[in-house]
Nanobody, 121 residues
Framework: QLVESGGGSVQTGGSLRLSCAVS????????MGWFRQAPGKEREGVAH????????YYADSAKGRFAISRDYAKNTLYLQMNSLKPEDTAMYYC?????????????????WGQGTQVTVS
């Protein structure tokens, strides 16, 4: 089970840190990612992390502003978001799948959290 938290409303230029608590399992060889979906738009990948190698992958819109990380002791995935823009407004989801991060589309992921809303104004 994946449970997100940390969303909220911030002003342009502000920061938020999203958390994704993993329960019912632990990090093994898996690809974990953050996705977002704005109203009327498709769900898009923002950042991904491979739990074995620590390799990270970012969407162009997130590079230089967002950082994905994990805390194995807490079994938690994070997304630090800085310099937020109104276009970052969306529901943000944590997701996980086994294996590599080679395939990183939403349809490639098996497990999803319920989402946390981020609003930037």
């Amino acid at each position: 089970q994946l449970v997100e938290s940390g969303g909220g409303s911030v002003q342009t230029g502000g920061s938020l840190r999203l958390s994704c608590a993993v329960s019912g399992g632990t990090f093994t060889t898996a690809c974990m990612g953050w996705f977002r979906q704005a109203p009327g738009k498709e769900r898009e990948g923002v950042a991904h992390l491979h739990t074995n190698t620590g390799s990270t992958y970012y969407a162009d819109s997130a590079k230089g502003r967002f950082a994905i990380s994990r805390d194995y002791a807490k079994n938690t995935l994070y997304l630090q978001m800085n310099s937020l823009k109104p276009e970052d407004t969306a529901m943000y989801y944590c997701a996980a799948k086994g294996g590599s991060c080679r395939a990183r589309l939403a349809n490639d992921y098996n497990y999803w959290g319920q989402g946390t809303q981020v609003t930037v104004s």
